[in-house]
């Protein structure tokens, strides 16, 4: 059995390669099916996020060639695009990389927590969409114990810069103090709702949330004293802020170059900052080249996390260190699943030799032959049928001179200590 992640990530690159393979929330329950259906997948799930798409699976032989296309051909790409960005990772490999990637050691942020929950979405998905198997629901089982281990046995997790820590520091290098400005948020998931708590406790003049659902921008409006929105405000909201950032799981920009050129008209050279936090991007990148628009994507943030990163390189040692002895636990399952199924093969192969014979003796018994020779006869075919096999491979190993396999037979057939 083999276990296997193809992979693109904020390592291997910028965000208009990584916004082109990235599957959109509503998209994952489809593409999760059609990935199983491939011959040879045993087994599958898929992790989407801002930073990083990776496709785990588990199937009998290696199959990333496989994945690779099916990646491809999902996105409508040429085949072999992109390919110098992408990671491919077999069994042991893969294994850590996903216990890395948990414990947020793999993290623009390291030690960041959402992306935990954000794997265990994925793996939850995949269950209910029925397209994990055994082994490939314990990895993710296992990787989520050896995250809880990293978490509670390192430091990793203290005092992580978080994007919107980073996104408030950014907006603090262009405009030096917050207390005299507006911020508009667009979506309401977990991204903006961090973004919120940060700006809220900022001393800004006013925040304003719009979302596709009112209801959810009301809800969140509530908790930081905001002004709830839809999408279809954006235009109108635009030249009343001096900050935007979004978040949402839209597949095209919805913060358009003609809206926000408009929108700077009416501000009259007042600087904008915006900071595009999604993936597939929300504000039109072709927006960038406007005068008095400071607009920055989730990649630029990286110069003000990595400061924070370096004060978490020993706890990152650490955590390198218990994950190592996780993947060593895991494998070791593994061999142990796989043994088994091997023993269960031999011993249902065993007990259909059985049963045949003793169908025979019973048919023998009832045809009113001698019990006693009945017994010897089928004894004796017994020990023919199941020895047939090794006796011609033990055969072979000598004339090969394959020592290692005969000193094998010797110990699992002959050793009685």
Same mark, same amino acid.
């Given at each position: 059995?083999?276990?296997?992640?193809?992979?693109?990530?904020?390592?291997?690159?910028?965000?208009?390669?990584?916004?082109?393979?990235?599957?959109?929330?509503?998209?994952?329950?489809?593409?999760?099916?059609?990935?199983?259906?491939?011959?040879?997948?045993?087994?599958?799930?898929?992790?989407?996020?801002?930073?990083?798409?990776?496709?785990?699976?588990?199937?009998?032989?290696?199959?990333?060639?496989?994945?690779?296309?099916?990646?491809?051909? #999902?996105?409508?790409?040429?085949?072999?695009?992109?390919?110098?960005?992408?990671?491919?990772?077999?069994?042991?490999?893969?294994? !850590? @990389?996903?216990?890395?990637?948990?414990?947020?050691?793999?993290?623009?942020?390291?030690? &960041?927590?959402?992306?935990?929950?954000?794997?265990?979405?994925? #793996?939850?998905?995949?269950?209910?969409?029925?397209?994990?198997?055994?082994?490939?629901?314990?990895?993710?089982? @296992?990787?989520?114990?050896?995250?809880?281990?990293?978490?509670?046995?390192?430091?990793?997790?203290?005092?992580?810069?978080?994007?919107?820590?980073?996104?408030?520091?950014?907006?603090?290098?262009?405009?030096?103090?917050?207390?005299?400005?507006?911020?508009?948020?667009?979506?309401?998931?977990?991204?903006?709702?961090?973004?919120?708590?940060?700006?809220?406790?900022?001393?800004?003049?006013?925040?304003?949330?719009?979302?596709?659902?009112?209801?959810?921008?009301?809800?969140?409006?509530?908790?930081?004293?905001?002004?709830?929105?839809?999408?279809?405000?954006?235009?109108?909201?635009?030249?009343?802020?001096?900050?935007?950032?979004?978040?949402?799981?839209?597949? &095209?920009?919805?913060?358009?170059?003609?809206?926000?050129?408009?929108?700077?008209?009416?501000?009259? @050279?007042?600087?904008?900052?915006?900071?595009?936090?999604?993936?597939?991007?929300?504000?039109?990148?072709?927006?960038?080249?406007?005068?008095?628009?400071?607009?920055?994507?989730?990649?630029?943030?990286?110069?003000?996390?990595?400061?924070?990163?370096?004060?978490?390189?020993?706890?990152?040692?650490?955590?390198?260190?218990?994950?190592?002895?996780?993947?060593?636990?895991?494998?070791?399952?593994?061999?142990?699943?796989?043994?088994?199924?091997?023993?269960?093969?031999?011993?249902?192969?065993?007990?259909?030799?059985?049963?045949?014979?003793?169908?025979?003796?019973?048919?023998?018994?009832?045809?009113?032959?001698?019990?006693?020779?009945?017994?010897?006869?089928?004894?004796?075919?017994?020990?023919?049928?199941?020895?047939?096999?090794?006796?011609?491979?033990?055969?072979?190993?000598?004339?090969?001179?394959?020592?290692?396999?005969?000193?094998?037979?010797? !110990?699992?057939?002959?050793?009685?200590?």
């Amino acid at each position: 059995m083999s276990l296997s992640v193809v992979g693109i990530s904020h390592h291997t690159a910028p965000i208009a390669i990584r916004e082109r393979l990235a599957f959109p929330a509503d998209s994952l329950p489809d593409a999760l099916r059609s990935l199983a259906a491939t011959p040879e997948i045993s087994g599958c799930a898929i992790v989407s996020t801002c930073n990083r798409t990776e496709i785990f699976t588990s199937s009998e032989r290696p199959s990333t060639r496989l994945i690779t296309d099916w990646l491809h051909a #999902w996105h409508k790409l040429d085949p072999g695009q992109y390919q110098e960005h992408l990671y491919h990772l077999e069994h042991s490999a893969g294994i !850590f @990389h996903l216990m890395k990637v948990v414990c947020g050691a793999d993290s623009m942020v390291v030690g &960041e927590p959402q992306i935990a929950g954000q794997v265990k979405q994925a #793996w939850q998905l995949a269950r209910d969409t029925d397209t994990l198997d055994s082994k490939l629901d314990r990895m993710f089982q @296992h990787a989520f114990a050896g995250s809880k281990r990293v978490r509670s046995e390192t430091g990793i997790g203290q005092n992580p810069v978080t994007l919107p820590f980073a996104a408030m520091r950014l907006a603090r290098q262009i405009f030096g103090s917050l207390d005299r400005l507006r911020i508009l948020l667009v979506g309401a998931g977990e991204m903006i709702e961090d973004c919120a708590v940060h700006f809220g406790d900022s001393g800004i003049r006013g925040m304003s949330i719009a979302n596709r659902s009112i209801e959810r921008a009301q809800t969140l409006a509530e908790r930081f004293e905001a002004q709830p929105f839809t999408l279809d405000d954006l235009p109108r909201l635009l030249p009343e802020h001096d900050m935007v950032l979004a978040c949402t799981g839209a597949k &095209e920009p919805i913060l358009t170059r003609p809206m926000i050129k408009k929108a700077l008209a009416s501000r009259r @050279h007042r600087p904008m900052f915006a900071l595009d936090l999604s993936v597939p991007r929300n504000i039109d990148p072709s927006a960038s080249d406007l005068g008095d628009l400071f607009l920055y994507t989730i990649d630029d943030l990286h110069a003000i996390v990595e400061s924070g990163h370096k004060q978490r390189v020993a706890a990152l040692q650490k955590a390198m260190e218990i994950i190592e002895s996780e993947v060593t636990t895991f494998e070791r399952w593994l061999r142990l699943q796989n043994t088994s199924a091997t023993l269960k093969e031999l011993r249902q192969r065993a007990q259909q030799e059985r049963d045949e014979l003793l169908e025979q003796a019973i048919q023998d018994l009832a045809a009113g032959k001698e019990a006693e020779a009945v017994i010897r006869r089928m004894g004796h075919k017994l020990v023919n049928r199941l020895l047939h096999g090794p006796s011609i491979r033990l055969r072979q190993a000598a004339e090969s001179d394959d020592e290692t396999l005969l000193e094998a037979a010797r !110990f699992y057939f002959l050793d009685r200590d």
